[in-house]
């Protein structure tokens, strides 16, 4: 059977599905090693049914069929590994309800948002282009085996559980949902902060983190403060003495909305004098010296997909607590030792 890598969309499917995916992501704590182990002998997900009537969740206005349900689940764990995993796992068959109730709410909400939002030639064809690199990319996708890549997207999907017919329904409506969430984010404003950082790492040298302890790094900190304070060179000692590979190379620069840094390294980069680098500042990963650049309050509307990812998640969330509606007939999981 061909195993294929294929990475989600970013941008075209609502953000709901991630708790899933953390969910799925969360339930192990075992070391690399044996979960890697533990991937290769795992067995390959099986296509849901998708032919059953069954009502399996009710929404305002809607209802959601078994088949419903089992071919978006197959289309989902076709093109996201870490979700086909999940469904194929046998020590997560406590928790497979769970994970379904959560996706048959995200199809509800889907269902029920993309009414609210018209179909124009803009969406159109938006979701003609997000169809086409979706093809092009299950049609080019690396395969960890040596077979034959299929010539059509018909036949990369023959006998997955969904159709192209459902592929492009996904996306059309995924880009709806996405085009009414923006709508309900626009005119908002967020908190813009521009700084440059040093970061100095407390770890055990495992998986790349340092080998520091929090004196250690403490002391290195001060080191850092003392010698930007002798007038040293920001970005210089950003190269020498950084552990965030993110912007070390880069003179320590990083920006964006102040909600999506840590508290607080957010408190230091709002409250520190400008252009004035802070004493060192401890954060779960270690000691930051913080030297603000810039503060401003800027319209979502011009945002990057990064700064609008919490607001959307918000409005997503705000319909599915007050409008949705939703609720599950899919059967409990029984506890393990009944």
């Keep these: 059977m061909q195993q294929r890598s294929k990475k989600f969309l970013t941008g075209v499917f609502s953000a709901a599905m991630a708790g899933v995916l953390l969910l799925t992501g969360c339930t192990s704590e075992k070391p690399k090693e044996e979960a890697k182990a533990t991937d290769q002998t795992m067995p390959e997900f099986k296509p849901m049914d998708t032919t059953g009537k069954k009502i399996v969740a009710e929404y305002k206005n809607g209802k959601v069929t078994e088949g419903e349900l089992n071919t978006y689940i197959n289309f989902y764990s ?18 497979l309800n769970q994970f379904k109730e959560q996706i048959a709410q995200d199809y509800a909400a889907q269902k029920y948002i993309s009414i609210k939002q018209k179909v124009d030639d803009s969406i159109k064809k938006e979701s003609d282009k997000m169809y086409n690199e979706l093809e092009k990319q299950i049609l080019t996708a690396p395969s960890e085996e040596e077979e034959e890549k299929p010539k059509t997207l018909e036949e990369a999907i023959k006998g997955k559980g969904f159709t192209k017919n459902d592929m492009q329904s996904y996306i059309l409506r995924n880009i709806q949902v996405n085009q009414y969430l923006n709508s309900q984010i626009k005119g908002q404003t967020y908190d813009y902060i521009k700084t440059q950082h040093i970061l100095v790492g407390i770890g055990d040298g495992e998986q790349g983190s340092p080998k520091r302890t929090d004196a250690e790094a403490k ?24 552990d965030d590979p993110g912007s070390k190379e880069t003179g320590g620069y990083i920006e964006g909305d102040a909600s999506m840094f840590v508290p607080e390294f957010s408190k230091a980069a ?3 004098p400008l252009n004035k680098a802070t004493a060192p500042v401890k954060t779960n990963y270690g000691y930051h010296v913080i030297k603000p650049l810039e503060r401003k309050e800027e319209s979502l509307d ?20 007050k409008e949705l509606a939703f609720k599950s007939l899919l059967p409990k999981s029984e506890p393990a030792d009944k």
């Design 219 to 242: 002391k290195r900190a001060d080191e850092v403060k003392k010698k930007l304070d002798e007038g040293g060179d920001f970005k210089a000692l950003a190269k020498e003495y950084s």
């Design 302 to 321: 011009k945002a990057d997909e990064q700064v609008k990812a919490k607001p959307i998640q918000e409005a997503y969330n705000e319909i599915i607590t």
């Design 78 to 95: 076709f093109i996201d590994p870490q979700l086909a995993m999940a469904f194929s796992n046998p020590e997560m068959s406590e928790q």
């Design 270 to 272: 709002q409250t520190q």
